[in-house]
């Protein structure tokens, strides 16, 4: 069974990190894209970035990737999205998604299987 879940999700203060874990089960990294999203109150869910084994990582959206990094580890079948400098428009639902093969150049929202999601809140 393909599983995603995610963690690490928290409250923290403005300025402040978090580090949010994908831990995949039923696939292996090897075959697969995961993608970051983040869904903030009232808004529609948007990808972060992205990455594979067959070409890195793909950042979605322009304004985010200079706080926020993504990165695997294989061996642990785990990805994950370090988010640095965070603001309280950060405030969202982060939920991980993969797709078989290489990350869409553009992210949307036909991807193979979804996370539940880890809340993230920023206090300003």
């Known amino acids: 069974e393909v599983q995603l879940v995610e963690s690490g999700g928290g409250l923290v203060q403005a300025g402040g990190s978090l580090r949010l874990s994908c831990t995949a089960s039923?696939?292996?990294?090897?075959?697969?894209?995961i993608g970051w999203y983040l869904e903030a109150p009232g808004k529609a869910r948007e990808g972060v970035s992205c990455?594979?084994?067959?070409?890195?990582?793909?950042d979605w959206t322009d304004s985010l990737k200079d706080r926020f990094t993504i990165s695997s580890d294989h061996a642990k079948n785990m990805v994950y999205l370090q988010m640095d400098n965070l603001k309280p428009e950060d405030t969202a639902v982060y939920y991980c998604?993969?797709?078989?093969?290489?990350?869409?150049?553009?992210?949307?929202?036909?991807?193979?299987?979804w996370g539940k999601g880890t809340l993230v809140t920023v206090s300003s």
């Open positions: 990455i594979s084994s067959r070409d890195g990582v793909t």
């Open positions: 039923g696939f292996t990294l090897d075959d697969y894209a």
């Open positions: 998604a993969a797709e078989r093969g290489t990350c869409p150049e553009k992210y949307y929202y036909g991807m193979d299987y």
